[in-house]
């Protein structure tokens, strides 16, 4: 059964900090790993990660997989207040058309 | 970017009620929509795979006579959660993966907060 773990569950940290969310897995023939932002609705994308040791950043945000140590990290540099949110990671199977498997997401609070 | 729809936001409504919920991509086509369920404080977990043309694919678990899928056109998924129960009550959400072939990420609906009385 694919799984994925999530770390820390929850974080409370002051503006203007740098916070680093962890993101191990198990899965049944790897195809991508993803990071969203979960706000009030719907998760926005952030990140899809297939390859080990290529770092994507967007702004602030940058994500790293490591495929040999089944883990990914999501970074956030200079948080904001509009930071707070739910961060999800998912995998994603290969092989066809699959849902994807949600770890429980870290709740980010940035106080300003 | 690609959207996807999904509708109504909010549904309260009394047990024993059947409850329609659409899915749609409004600007790709999508062969294949997926549909979650939210608990609170819980993640998302996958409910089924919403097949165009052809019959959902259930997650263990998840009966499907409980939970009508419907996949009738490229841009349109409908979940129908019938004779729903208080313990139906959780967040709905769909999401498509736009691009046949390509390798893009699913995009989300906003999702549906169903409540049953």
């Known amino acids: 059964e694919d799984k994925v773990v999530q770390s820390p569950l929850s974080l409370v940290v002051h503006e203007g900090d740098t916070v680093t969310l962890n993101c191990s897995y198990e899965?049944?023939?790897?195809?991508?790993l993803l990071w969203y932002k979960q706000e009030k609705k719907a998760p926005t994308f952030l990140f899809m990660l297939t390859s080990s040791g290529i770092e994507k950043k967007s702004g602030r945000l940058s994500s790293i997989l490591d495929k040999k140590e089944l883990f990914s990290i999501l970074n956030i540099t200079a948080t904001q207040t509009g930071d707070s949110a739910i961060y999800l990671c998912?995998?994603?199977?290969?092989?066809?058309?699959?849902?994807?498997?949600f770890g429980k997401g870290t709740h980010l609070i940035i106080q300003p | 970017g690609a959207v996807v729809s999904q509708h109504p936001s909010r549904v309260i409504c009394k047990s024993g009620t059947s409850v329609k919920i659409e899915c749609r991509s409004l600007?790709?086509?999508?062969?294949?929509m997926f549909w979650y369920r939210q608990f609170p404080k819980q993640s998302l977990m996958l409910m089924a795979t919403?097949?165009?043309?052809?019959?959902?694919?259930?997650e263990q678990g998840v009966e499907k006579d409980k939970f009508l899928i419907n996949h009738a056109s490229l841009t349109l998924s409908t979940l129908t959660v019938t004779s729903a129960h208080p313990e139906d009550s959780s967040f709905y959400i769909c999401?498509?993966?736009?691009?046949?072939?390509?390798?893009?990420?699913?995009?989300f609906g906003d999702g549906t907060r169903l409540s049953i009385l």
């Open positions: 899965v049944t023939n790897f195809r991508s």
């Open positions: 919403s097949n165009e043309g052809s019959k959902a694919t259930y």
């Open positions: 600007d790709f086509q999508a062969t294949t």
């Open positions: 999401s498509a993966e736009p691009g046949q072939g390509r390798r893009q990420p699913q995009h």
């Open positions: 998912a995998v994603e199977r290969g092989g066809g058309a699959d849902g994807l498997t």
